[in-house]
């Protein structure tokens, strides 16, 4: 920012620290260690709603009664399926492409096949968002299971959203601690205030262009390893260590080599991330239902490698990777399941930008030569 006089401005490089706007929509206190989804503590959330719920508090503010809930979740239900045309476009990418790119591709052949895509009403939007919430497990299944030459497996609607996208992703009634594990990490993923994701989705609205193109921009944004692609990264990570007696070693060459530890630190909790000994609950419950206690082992080595060298905690990132890994996901499909959680934060961000816009366009200050002239010419 620069002042009037012309002083030296102060560029705060990765607008660190700086605050953009207000939002209702979640808290995140780093000096508490707590996040609020409008007002309710995700721990609360996780152990006691289903991410239906979480859904519907993010978007309406409240969380709902009995019969705002069946609704809300037959509708949910009702959209689920997949039009043929999403399929055939899908069926045209190479299998060479990552699933981030897929899931991009069909939210954008969505939107370009919805009459209602201009329509920036509250109630357009509302409908959009479910719409998308609920065929976001139908696109990244159909995708995981084109990868192995398996059949699309069809939605069911007597399933509640996680149980049926486990359904839908291997084809198999899923066990109910299995269902319970996969939801809490949906819960947990759902919001995180202006993270780079969401504030790509609010610039993209803030100039008036539609839903379909903000969470197509979210997606970009989520998809690099700084931000969601890096509970996919900490497989790549584990499979290069191998076994927990090998992490420290690992660590100290990957360190030397400057490398980033994905899974680990963040841009706002410096002592460690809210979300986590939640999700690490799930996750050990998760390695002791599919008997992969090396992967605890594993897990707690580079966690304990990293607090000692670095003093740098886990983030969410951690405990999903080998969570989803063990549940049987594609190591590529991480991030979309990501996708599949934050599109309940990201359009509630949109619906909020909508509501109160300014057009996010911040300054730059020029380094580049001094003025200078085409040298004419002949
Ligand atoms: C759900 C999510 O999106 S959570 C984030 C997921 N991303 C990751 O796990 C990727 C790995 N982590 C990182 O790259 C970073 O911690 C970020 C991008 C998340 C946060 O970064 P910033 O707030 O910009 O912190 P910054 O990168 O400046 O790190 C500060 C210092 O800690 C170090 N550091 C931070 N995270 C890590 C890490 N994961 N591995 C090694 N060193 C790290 C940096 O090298 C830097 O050290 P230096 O001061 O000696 O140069
Ligand atoms: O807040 C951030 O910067 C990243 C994050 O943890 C999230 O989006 O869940």
Redesign the pocket.
Known sequence: MSDQQGAEPVIYK?L?GVPVDYTAVSKVNSDTNSLLYRGYPVQELAASVTFEEVAYLLWYGELPDDAQLAAFEELERSHRGLDHEVKRIVDEIPLTAHPMDVVRTAVSVIGASDPNTPDDSLEANLDKSIRLLAKLPSIITYDQRRRHDLEFVEPRADLGYSANFLWQAFGEAPELAVVNAFDVSMILYAE?SF?ASTFTARVITSTLADLYSAVTGAIGALKG????G?NE?VMHAFGEIGTADRAEAWLDAA?AEK?????????VYKNG?SRVPTMRDAMERMLEHYDRRDLLELYEALEKG?AER?N?KP????PTGPTYHVMGFDTETFTPL?VASRITGWTAHIMEQAASNALIRPLSVYNGPDERHVPAKG
């Open positions: 990765g660190a995180h993270n390893a700084l931000h969601g890096a990264a360190l490398r980033k530890i994905m899974g680990f630190g963040h841009r991330d990293m670095k740098i983030n969410l990132d951690y990501f």
